[in-house]
Structures are given as C-alpha cells and as structure tokens.
C-alpha cells in the first residue's frame, strides 16, 4: 500500500501564492508518474498538472503559466507551486501517483485526502 499526504492548502487573496507538497510512503519501487487534481462544488474533478518519472509535464490550459509542478525523488515528494491565483482557482486539490511497487509489477493508481484552496478577498 502507497499513502499519498497533502498540505499546504489554505486561503489566499486574489493574485497570491500557495505551494502544495504531497508526500508518498509505503511500498514504492518507482513511479510512473505523479500529479494534482481538483474539484470545485458541482463539478467533476479534473487535471491540473501532472510530471512523469522522465520529467515530462503537462498542465491544464487554465493553469498555464501561473502553476507549476515539481517533484523531490529523494523524498517522494511532488509539489505545485500556484501563483497568480484566482477565485476560480478555488477547490478541494487531490495528489495523485502511479505507483509501481515491484519492478516487474503494474503501476497502481493513489490518491490523498484533498487540501482546500480558497481564493478569496
């Protein structure tokens, strides 16, 4: 079992900043890749940003420019750095990883708790 934990969520200003970290222990060989979700009151959950194990990104268009992922392997650790936050950005942000937990198994899909971001004056 992989355990995925989330913080740095909070509320912000309009413009402001946050950084999420998300942290994964337990039975971790490698990853396949590892990325951030969120979902908004009545809305279906949707990619934000997601990094493979070669580094490779990819981002939602509405994120483009303002966020940005990253990772720590010697932590097992992936972080978002959200800057230029708007109202819309408000909602409750999911860390996700595929994980391999033997070299030769599949990778499995995990998810955290979830972190609220509200972007408010």
């Known amino acids: 079992q992989v355990q995925l934990v989330e913080s740095g969520g909070g509320l912000v200003q309009p413009g402001g900043s946050l950084r999420l970290s998300c942290a994964a222990s337990g039975s971790i060989f490698s990853f396949k890749a590892m990325g951030w979700y969120r979902q908004a009151p009545g809305k279906q959950r949707e990619l934000v940003a997601a990094?493979?194990?070669?580094?490779?990104?990819n981002y939602a268009d509405s994120v483009k420019g303002r966020f940005t992922i990253s990772r720590d392997n010697a932590k097992n650790t992936v972080y978002l750095q959200m800057n230029s936050l708007k109202p819309e950005d408000t909602a409750v942000y999911y860390c996700?990883?595929?994980?391999?937990?033997?070299?030769?198994?599949?990778?499995?899909?995990?998810w955290g708790q979830g972190t609220q971001v509200t972007v408010s004056s």
């Open positions: 990094i493979t194990s070669g580094g490779s990104t």
């Open positions: 996700n990883a595929e994980v391999r937990s033997t070299a030769w198994g599949p990778a499995h899909s995990y």
